[in-house]
């Protein structure tokens, strides 16, 4: 029996390369917040379902103009850098961290301030059309237990993590756990607080959240794949983030970060590990073999990464990749943004950047991708990366969907331009409502 169904224009995924259309559709979503199933004009029950729809006042039919889309999935964010959104993103990132998001971060020992912080950030993802998000918190857990409060009751998906950062050369004083029993204390007494709520609507994981690999001793980095291991929870980090990043870790380990989280047992199918600018074609074997995720954060990499993340040669060869907004790394939550950046900085790698250099010596060949790609990170690939039955419009997948009012156009345009211009055009003013499992938790 169904408890909604919308019925209007959709788009989903079909796959990496491909969006479907669904024209007038029927999406029947169960009490549970389920799509029961998804019904077109010529389906037998369509008139039915329909019918039955309007008399039991169940239905949300979409207003002219307007498109259903799966729910986006970020899977990079740091929630307590809200704040500083779009500040200092000329600064190298050693002095970034150290000079803004460190002092920031620490302000998260008062719980009134996360509060404050972390209600109008959840507001502000839902708002941005945000469904999921996988998140780093600070190493407060009192302060990370608020975000996992504000996800439930404003109705987010959230993957919350309790940030491990104990390495004295790399972290000061003021902001960092003080020894690896604090740390690996912390990190559990999190997991059990979180798991001990009770979430009858499955909202919140808690993860496993070493901050990365410089900011870590060994002995953290061993016990954090020992408790991810035993509680069998996901892993968020940062993998080959930067040139700064990627050699202080060659200097202290004699190896690339990718084989150090590996050697810890940081690499696993529930991991996800943003960047990747600097993965050598070892590196990606590596996480393809353990089908780690990649969170590919295109704004983010522009300032910080050194470099463009190979998307479209990283899912030839089969790694599981999705999008993530990295704020405040990336100046907006907005997945749109990111969404448009992905496809621009795949064709600026394929293109090159050095005019002084011939043109077939610039680029990399057969980088770009297209919006129907970066569409399937935002959606589709991010939830496979968490093992989420979310991202498509589909039966068996959860109700995590957003309304979308289309830009006017002056004179007929196919499926193909609507969806085009969705994803080019869209803007917080233009995501008219969204639902997760099935309930309405944002409406403009």
Not at 187 to 213: C, G, H, K, M, Y
Not at 332 to 359: C, E
Not at 366 to 380: D, M, R, V
Request: with cysteine; aromatic share 8%.
């Amino acid at each position: 029996m169904e408890s909604l169904v919308i019925r209007g224009n959709a788009f989903t995924a079909q796959d990496q390369y491909h969006v479907q259309n669904l024209t007038d559709c029927l999406v029947c979503i169960d009490p549970d917040g389920w799509v029961d199933r998804v019904l077109l004009p010529a389906d037998r029950d369509y008139s039915r379902v329909l019918t039955a729809a309007r008399q039991h006042h169940q239905l949300r039919e979409l207003a002219q103009g307007e498109y259903l889309l799966p729910g986006f999935v970020d899977l990079h964010v740091h929630a307590p850098q809200w704040p500083q959104a779009g500040l200092a993103l000329d600064r190298p990132l050693a002095d970034w961290l150290n000079v803004y998001t460190f002092p920031l971060e620490a302000r998260f020992s008062d719980c009134s301030f996360a509060r404050k912080v972390y209600a109008d950030f959840v507001r502000t993802l839902l708002a941005h059309g945000t469904t999921t998000a996988m998140m780093f918190g600070t190493i407060h857990v009192d302060a990370n237990l608020v975000l996992v409060d504000e996800c439930q009751q404003q109705g987010l998906r959230g993957y919350v993590g309790q940030v491990t950062m104990d390495n004295p050369d790399q972290t000061p004083d003021y902001y960092r756990d003080h020894s690896v029993k604090e740390a690996l204390t912390a990190s559990e007494r999190f997991i059990q607080r979180v798991q001990a709520i009770p979430d009858p609507n499955d909202l919140v994981t808690p993860v496993i959240t070493p901050r990365f690999v410089p900011s870590c001793t060994d002995a953290a980095l061993a016990g954090l794949g020992r408790l991810a291991a035993k509680y069998d929870l996901p892993i968020q980090s940062h993998v080959s983030e930067s040139n700064w990043e990627s050699q202080y870790t060659i200097d202290r380990f004699g190896m690339h970060d990718a084989e150090v989280l590996d050697h810890f047992g940081l690499l696993t199918p529930r991991a996800v590990m943003a960047h990747g600018t600097q993965l050598t074609t070892g590196d990606m074997e590596l996480l393809k073999q353990h089908q780690t995720t990649i969170a590919h954060c295109p704004i983010s990499n522009i300032y910080f990464g050194n470099g463009v993340l190979p998307v479209q040669r990283l899912l030839k060869m089969g790694n599981k990749v999705g999008l993530g907004s990295d704020i405040s790394g990336g100046y907006t939550p907005s997945l749109y943004h990111n969404i448009r950046q992905a496809v621009k900085s795949s064709r600026m790698l394929t293109d090159g950047v050095d005019s002084r250099r011939p043109a077939e010596q610039r680029g990399v060949a057969n980088s770009q991708i297209t919006a129907a790609t970066a569409f399937y990170l935002a959606t589709a690939g991010g939830a496979q990366a968490l093992h989420l039955a979310a991202g498509r419009i589909a039966a068996g997948y959860r109700a995590d969907l957003q309304v979308v009012q289309a830009h006017r156009t002056w004179g007929r345009s196919s499926a193909a331009d609507v969806f085009e211009r969705l994803m080019y055009q869209t803007e917080t003013a233009d995501i008219k409502g969204v639902y997760v499992n099935g309930r309405l938790v944002y409406e403009n």
